[in-house]
């Protein structure tokens, strides 16, 4: 595996590949992997001839400045654990390569990124749009892979491929969970051992939840509910559980038939801001 951290370097090996007829996936990482991270690896591997895994800490998608400064940093180990995965290039630029002086560009991408996590990270879905549009300009990959854990994060970067008419076919993979449900995360290393052990309560709430609103229960009455057993279980505050449509992200009232709805969650334990989401199954489906 080659580590290569700069635009012009990244440029002309992805040159030297399309020139043998190479399809190049890129998996956009922000680092401190984990074996979520690793699957997308695994599913790059499988369909494309080469791939790039990118490690940026993006500072413009942190809206606070002690996240930016805590988000755990592993990029040793990241080589190693990618080497092993079989990436063929760790693109790990600094932040005066990726925002050089006089960096002026943001991109917004409207309506997906109303609320949710866009309604309590202000910003945070302009600087993921951005940097992730520049990721894909910088590796030129035909497909990448991302985690639906994130999912509100795809739907903003479909959306934006789509508007731009970026050349890149988003490939969203499903989360992938610890043995007790949770969505694996590099936030999750810093739980401690108590928080670790509540935060397991935060998957199992949503599927309740899910097969509530699935089997006809009110919608409002389920969500409040979720909210309640979060609260109870320590989490504070949840930010939101909300039920979504999961194309557009519109909100739900209702489940109504045949639209695939999507259930979303944000919430804290201590000083840890964990998220999640499920499919909310269709009525009688
Ligand atoms: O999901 C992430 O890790 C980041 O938001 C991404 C897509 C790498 C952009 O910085």
Redesign the pocket.
């Known amino acids: 595996m080659e580590t290569i951290s700069t635009v012009a370097g990244l440029r002309a090996c992805v040159r030297a590949w399309k020139r043998e007829g190479a399809r190049v996936g890129v998996v ?3 680092g401190a992997l984990h074996a979520g991270h690793l699957s997308l690896v695994q599913a790059a591997r499988a369909r494309m001839d080469r791939v790039i895994t ?1 490690v ?1 800490v ?1 500072p413009i ?1 942190f809206d606070n400045a002690d996240d930016l400064a805590t988000y755990p940093r592993t990029l040793a180990e990241d080589g190693r654990l990618l080497a092993q995965a079989g990436v063929d290039v760790l693109y790990a630029p600094t932040a005066a390569e990726m925002y050089p002086p006089g960096f002026a560009t943001r991109i917004t991408v409207a309506g997906v990124s109303a609320g949710l996590c866009g309604g309590v990270r202000p910003g945070h879905f302009d600087g ?1 749009a951005t ?2 549009c520049k990721l894909f300009m910088q590796t030129l990959a035909d497909c990448a892979f ?1 985690g639906e854990k ?1 999912f509100q ?1 795809v739907q903003v970067i479909r959306r934006m491929v789509a508007d731009l008419d970026l050349p890149v076919e988003i490939v969203a993979c499903p989360t992938r969970r610890e043995a007790d449900g949770l969505a694996l995360s590099s936030r999750n290393r810093r739980l401690v051992p108590a928080a670790r052990q509540a935060a397991a309560v935060l998957p199992r709430v949503l599927a309740a939840c899910a097969s509530d609103i699935a089997a006809g229960g009110d919608v409002a009455a389920a969500l409040l509910g979720a909210r309640d057993r979060l609260a109870a279980a320590g989490f504070d505050p949840v930010e939101y559980v909300e039920l979504r449509a999961a194309a557009d992200l519109q909100p739900l009232a209702i489940l109504p038939p045949g639209t695939p709805a999507r259930l979303l969650a944000a919430a804290w334990l201590g000083d840890v801001r964990l998220i999640d989401n499920m499919p909310v199954p269709p009525q009688g489906g």
């Open positions: 956009p990482t922000m990118t940026f993006n998608q993921v940097v992730v991302f994130d994060q």
